[in-house]
């Protein structure tokens, strides 16, 4: 059904792009990946599609970040965001397609606005170290976006941030939490149908991708300034999410 050169060119693009978030830029911008996916099949199949890719890319970056994560936060992120895995299943075995289009398309268009409020100083990031209880609150959030688009990252994010950590503690302890939320979305996932022979042969043809991705993204994390590298993210969550919603709606 979607063997075809357009499909494999925009899928391969996704996950390498994918790749080079997660191996190298703290997983903010890989649910971009399933957004662009859904724009061209059903949100279902995107996301199913990419959460092997996005496990194999865990994989490929926990070698060069291995224990260099922030323990505690990463339990309190991990232990919060279950309930939110639970709760994004729970939705979307009741909505419609088009909905969860929308629904991403408004994740990808909040995530944009939300960091452009904070570079124009209209939300302050916090300047204490957030509590356990912000930490479960946010981990259960990013559970529940990470379900729906794979976007648990801006959530994590606040959290995270809010500790203080280099750069490289960040990116280690985003990729050890979300290696383990993947793997917990992987059984509702699988529960649900989202997983097929087809989606799973894809995997196949564009695993090679996901880890020429995250090889870039960890040489990447080394090289390339932060801002660069957003700045056209943002560029690209615009356009996807509003394209998303304009088929959702129309």
């Not at 075809?4 to 693009?13: G, T, Y």
């Amino acid at each position: 059904m979607y063997l075809n050169f357009e499909f494999i060119l925009i899928a391969a693009s996704a996950t390498v792009f994918a790749g080079i978030s997660k191996g190298g830029f703290g997983s903010n911008a890989a649910f971009v990946s399933a957004a662009i996916l859904a724009t061209i099949v059903e949100p279902g199949s995107a996301i199913g599609i990419m959460l092997p890719l996005l496990i194999l890319m865990d994989f490929g970056s926990l070698k060069p970040f291995w224990k260099k994560w922030i323990s505690r936060e990463s339990w309190i992120l991990v232990l919060g965001s279950i309930p939110g895995v639970i709760l994004g299943a729970i939705l979307y075995s009741n909505v419609s397609a088009d909905f969860f289009r929308f629904l991403i398309g408004v994740i990808c268009l909040a995530f944009v606005l939300w960091q452009a409020l904070q570079k124009w100083n209209v939300i302050q990031k916090s300047i204490r170290p957030l509590s356990d209880i912000y930490g479960i609150f946010l981990g259960c959030f990013a559970g529940f976006t990470s379900f729906i688009s794979h976007a648990g990252g801006p959530a994590a994010a606040i959290y995270l941030l809010s500790k203080k950590p280099t750069k490289t503690e960040y990116q280690a302890t985003t990729v050890i939490v979300f290696w383990a939320v993947n793997l917990a979305k992987a059984v509702p996932y699988t529960f649900l149908g989202l997983f097929t022979l087809e989606t799973l042969f894809l995997d196949l043809i564009l695993s090679p991708f996901a880890l020429i991705g995250v090889w870039i993204g960890v040489k990447a994390h080394y090289m390339i300034s932060e801002r660069l590298f957003f700045s056209f993210t943002y560029i690209l969550l615009t356009i996807t999410g509003a394209r998303l919603i304009w088929i959702a709606l129309v």
